[in-house]
């Protein structure tokens, strides 16, 4: 089975700083990973995802993130964050056709 | 890109009543859906599968008659909360997937039921 733990369950940054939001999986089989944000009382929107290849992904909004196998982790990370990345996000991790398992969430919130 | 769309984004209803959502996929065929429940401050839990033209697959602990799943087309699916209790208020999200796999699967922008 499949499990994924966010590490923090809020982050509060000031704006222009730099963060990292935590996501560590257990698997004992190939899978894809992905993060998703989350704003008030909207549906999902995927951010990035990591299929194969490339170990570092990148979003079209500065996130990145980084496939660390080893390590069994996929950490998001942006350089320098924004009032309107406040938001929650998650990870989420599926074997390879199998059913998408969502950490618990962590609540980025980005104060002026 | 790839839409699903997802309606009504609010409801609220009276104790014993029943609600309907439905969840489209406007721009692509979709033999499968999925719902997920949401409660506040809380990850999705995955509450059953919507295949088209064939009963859903529900998850372990979701009562069937209770959630009601219809995927009669490509484009639609319907869950609805039969009887309703205060205890499903929720926050309730559909997926799908244009292609194979969860590696595109895009979500509807949730419905908030309250129960009154």
């Known amino acids: 089975a499949q499990s994924v733990t966010q590490l923090d369950s809020q982050v509060p940054v000031f704006e222009e700083a730099p963060v990292e939001l935590r996501c560590n999986y257990s698997s004992s089989v190939s899978v894809y990973l992905f993060w998703y944000v989350q704003y008030p009382n909207q549906g999902l929107q995927l951010l990035l995802k990591y299929l194969s290849g490339s170990t570092l992904v990148e979003s079209i909004n500065g996130f990145e993130a980084e496939f660390n196998k080893s390590q069994t982790s996929f950490h998001l990370r942006k350089p320098s964050v924004h009032i309107s990345d406040t938001a929650e996000y998650f990870c989420a991790v599926t074997p390879q056709g199998g059913k998408l398992i969502f950490g618990q969430g962590t609540e980025l919130s980005v104060k002026p | 890109g790839a839409v699903v769309s997802q309606h009504p984004s609010r409801v609220i209803c009276k104790s014993g009543t029943s609600v309907k959502i439905e969840c489209r996929s406007l721009d692509f065929q979709a033999t499968t859906m999925f719902w997920y429940r949401q409660f506040p401050k809380q990850s999705l839990m995955l509450m059953a599968t919507?295949?088209?033209?064939?009963?859903?697959?529900?998850e372990q602990g979701v009562e069937k008659d209770k959630f009601l799943i219809n995927h009669a087309s490509l484009t639609l699916s319907t869950l609805t909360v039969t009887s309703a209790h205060p205890e499903d208020s929720s926050f309730y999200i559909c997926?799908?997937?244009?292609?194979?796999?969860?590696?595109?699967?895009?979500f509807g922008n949730g419905t908030r039921l309250t129960v009154t």
């Open positions: 997926s799908a997937s244009p292609g194979q796999g969860m590696s595109t699967l895009h």
């Open positions: 919507s295949n088209e033209g064939s009963k859903a697959t529900y």
